[in-house]
T-cell receptor
Framework: GAGVSQSPSNKVTEKGKDVELRCDPI?????LYWYRQSLGQGLEFLIY????????KSGLPSDRFSAERTGGSVSTLTIQRTQQEDSAVYLC????????????FGPGTRLTVT | AQRVTQPEKLLSVFKGAPVELKCNYS??????LFWYVQYSRQRLQLLLR??SRESIKGFTADLNKGETSFHLKKPFAQEEDSAMYYC??????????FGAGTRLAVHP
């Protein structure tokens, strides 16, 4: 079946602009995660959605970052007033019910802030 | 604080040589540890989980609570093992904390 998809694959934006990144998880997966992958920094956890529960936002680096998940499926990560340090690959992952550690990753969105 | 440390950014070996990718963690409770792998032009994927104690693609990893380590080992490296390897820790709350990753380069 189809895997996790993300769009756009690449995004170049000017400093100060807002961007929206989209994630379509695997159908039936109840958990959805956003990570940021910066050069030499590994994967940084941003936010986690599980079913209808309140999201775990503990990894969001600032209040410029927000995310929502509509209808328990598609998720959008929004970065307001982008800064150059926001440049990174943003990865989305989803996992089946009860198997949080088996995360299926999308191809990522490469964000470049100029 | 929960933390995963992978001290090597790059590990370069020749085909047939043994491989050990180091991972150390910091966690006060009983951790669950995992290795994820990302091959060139492919997505990040789960390689193995410490609880399962299985060998995947010839790789094994043993959790050493005394040394707080979870090193990934393979006795004879193959060129197709070249990839980025990430160690990950679950400290509860159904989320993973990843290390910075180690790039394994296996030369012919």
């Amino acid at each position: 079946g189809a895997g996790v998809s993300q769009s756009p694959s690449n995004k170049v934006t000017e400093k100060g602009k807002d961007v929206e990144l989209r994630c379509d998880p695997i159908s039936g997966h109840t958990a959805l995660y956003w990570y940021r992958q910066s050069l030499g920094q590994g994967l940084e956890f941003l936010i986690y959605f599980q079913g209808n529960s309140a999201p775990d936002k503990s990894g969001l680096p600032s209040d410029r970052f927000s995310a929502e998940r509509t209808g328990g499926s598609v998720s959008t990560l929004t970065i307001q007033r982008t800064q150059q340090e926001d440049s990174a690959v943003y990865l989305c992952a989803s996992s089946p019910p009860g198997v949080y550690y088996e995360q299926y990753f999308g191809p990522g969105t490469r964000l470049t802030v100029t | 604080a929960q933390r995963v440390t992978q001290p090597e950014k790059l590990l370069s070996v020749f085909k047939g040589a043994p491989v050990e990718l180091k991972c150390n963690y910091s966690y006060s409770g009983s951790p669950e540890l995992f290795w994820y792998v990302q091959y060139s032009r492919q997505r990040l994927q789960l390689l193995l989980r410490h609880i399962s104690r299985e060998s995947i693609k010839g790789f094994t990893a043993d959790l050493n609570k005394g040394e707080t380590s979870f090193h990934l080992k393979k006795p004879f490296a193959q060129e197709e093992d070249s990839a980025m390897y990430y160690c990950a820790l679950s400290g509860g709350y159904n989320k993973l904390i990843f290390g910075a990753g180690t790039r394994l380069a296996v030369h012919p």
